[in-house]
Each structure stands twice: as structure tokens, then as C-alpha cells.
């Protein structure tokens, strides 16, 4: 699998009339996903997951929309309020995972798997009591021993129910993982974290830090990706750099840098 980050085949930059047509078709598939979405967290709190029929069919729209307009869905995540944030979330990395997959080169079912993963990373939150989750305040050091547990219980979620989508499964235990080895559950370090991981991890925290939450007012998406670029050692600087260029902040040359 290559990681040099390039564009999957160019691009065609729709005008403003495609953008406003493709914004509104993308709003409805965000509102009948999130009701998808939503059934599908309630089967898996209940034990009852069984398979992702739906979640398939979710990110493969997904990437249609993606097709018709790079920009359209992106932009629908980004205006969505607060409290749809539970399922939009997924959603949201969902839609950057495959932008960012395809900026690095990837097929069209490499793609889809990286959306697929994206729509099922933080599966094991809907064991994290929501009292926690939501908390305005700093976490105490046992609460977040409880938040952590939620990318093993995402993969245990998964395996239980027989799931076997290797890049679902990486992206629900490892997509905080940190690049220097200082992130959860195993410290994996650079390329040891697999791929889908690794694009996971900037989509899930990009997308966290311009939503409001309980506990802090969104960034600027300028702000956010400067915040992010700061951190030294938090993620694959080829992943970021493909978020950037995804998400057409910083429009230039097509070409990223390989790691």
C-alpha cells in the first residue's frame, strides 16, 4: 500500500451551482445516515451487532458525494450543530478518511475501507458512560482510564460480532496512537501503527477540535490544523499534511511529501 500522498486521479472542481446542489444531497445523507448510524451504535450497546451492511452502504455514498464534489459533504460535517455530534462524528471522519485516503494515492477499495473504518473507530464510546463523555470539566485519572478503554472495546465490539474488516479493526485500537510511541493502547511508535490508524487519528482529532463540545468552544479549521501541526510527535506528518490538502484550506500543488 502506498503512502505517498497524491491524488487518486485530478480532481474536477465543481462550480458554485454543483456545490449548492451537492451541499443539499449531502445534507440529506448526512440526516438518514446519522439515523443509520444511530441504530446501529444501539445494536452494538445492546450486544447485538452483527454485521455492517449499513455502515457499507453509508461510506460508499460517502464516497459518490466525494466524487460528484470534493468539497460539498466536508463542508455539510463542518456547519453541523453540537449536539448532533455522537453519530456526525463518524460520519465526518468517515468522509475525511476517504478524502485523505484518496489525496495519498489509494484505490477506490482502499478508500472505501478507510471509510468504512472511519464510520466504525469510536464504536467502544457507547460503553463510556455519557456522564463522562460529556463532562465539562477536567478528567480525574480514573475517568480517563474508562474513556481510554473505548479503542479495545471498539475491537472486542467488533471481533465479537465477527467482524473481520482488518481496517475497521486497526482504526478502533489504535487510532490514538501517537507517531512517537506515546499514545494508547500499545505505544506504537511510526509505521508499526498501520495505516488506516494513522489517517484515523488526524481525521478523529481535526474533527473534535472544530465541533463544540461540552468542555470547549470549536477552532477555526486555520487554528485547528496550526494546533495540530504544533504537536510534535502526535501524528504521521504524510497523514496530516494529506488532511490539508483534503480539505482545500491550503490549496497549491497536488504533490505532498512522502514521511
Known sequence: MTTCCRRRRPSKRADGDDLVDEARQARGLALRSATLMSALFT????????????????????????????DAFLTVMHLRSADEYTYLHSL????MMQAVA???????GECLDAG??????????????????????????????????????GRSMLE???????????AALHHHEKFD?????????????????????????????????????????????????SWQGHFDGNALHCLVKAIGLYPGSA?????
Open 92 to 95: 465526518s471522519v468517515c468522509a
Open 181 to 229: 510511541g506515546s499514545g494508547y493502547p500499545h505505544g506504537l511508535a511510526g509505521e508499526r501503527i498501520p495505516l488506516v490508524a494513522r489517517i484515523a487519528s488526524v481525521c478523529d482529532v481535526y474533527d473534535a477540535l472544530t465541533v463544540d463540545r461540552p468542555y470547549r468552544t470549536a477552532l477555526a479549521p486555520g487554528e485547528a490544523l496550526r494546533r495540530m501541526q
Open 255 to 259: 504533490s505532498c511529501p512522502s514521511p
Open 43 to 70: 445494536r452494538a450497546r445492546l450486544g447485538k451487532l452483527a454485521e455492517t451492511g449499513d455502515a457499507w452502504s453509508i461510506a460508499g455514498a460517502i464516497g459518490d458525494s466525494l466524487d460528484r464534489h470534493p
Open 116 to 153: 468504512l473504518a472511519g464510520l466504525l473507530h469510536d464504536l467502544g464510546k457507547t460503553l463510556t458512560p455519557p456522564a463522562i463523555l460529556n463532562k465539562p470539566g477536567r478528567l480525574t485519572a480514573a475517568e480517563m482510564r474508562i474513556v481510554r478503554r473505548h479503542t479495545e472495546d
Open 102 to 108: 484518496r489525496h495519498m494515492g489509494l484505490d477506490r
Open 160 to 170: 465479537s460480532a465477527g467482524i473481520a474488516h482488518r481496517a475497521s479493526l486497526d
